[in-house]
C-alpha cells in the first residue's frame, strides 16, 4: 500500500470493487473486506472461476485459511442468511 496501513482498508476495498464491477449485483455482492458469490448449482464453479481470474488479474490475493465454499447458510455483517430468510443474529442484538 502506497499510503501506510491507515488507507489500507478503503484502497483495498476500492480495488476489489473496481475489479469486480462487472459481476456486483449479478451474482456478487462485497461487504467491506469480504465478497459473496450466490447463484445456481449449475454455474457456481463457473462464476468462481471468473471470480478468480478477475483477481488474479488485479493481483487480489485471499487467506485460504478464511475462505469458504459451497455455504448454504453463513453470517454476513450479523446478520443470519441463507436462500429462504434473513434474520438478525440474535447474540448482536
Not at 468462481?48 to 488474479?56: T, V
Not at 453463513?74 to 438478525?88: A, D, Q, R, T, Y
Request: charge should be positive.
Amino acid at each position: 500500500m502506497p499510503f501506510g496501513i491507515k488507507n489500507g482498508p478503503p484502497t483495498y476495498q476500492r480495488v476489489v470493487s473496481r475489479a469486480l464491477k462487472d459481476y456486483q449485483d449479478k451474482f456478487l455482492k462485497i461487504f467491506l473486506d469480504d465478497f459473496i458469490t450466490y447463484n445456481d448449482m449449475d454455474t457456481h464453479l463457473h462464476k468462481l472461476k471468473l471470480c478468480f481470474h478477475k483477481c488474479k488479474e488485479f493481483g487480489i490475493s485471499w487467506n485460504p485459511n478464511k475462505c469458504v465454499f459451497m455455504v448454504f447458510i453463513g453470517m454476513i455483517l450479523g446478520f443470519i442468511v441463507s436462500k429462504e430468510v434473513k434474520l438478525p443474529n440474535l447474540k448482536k442484538i
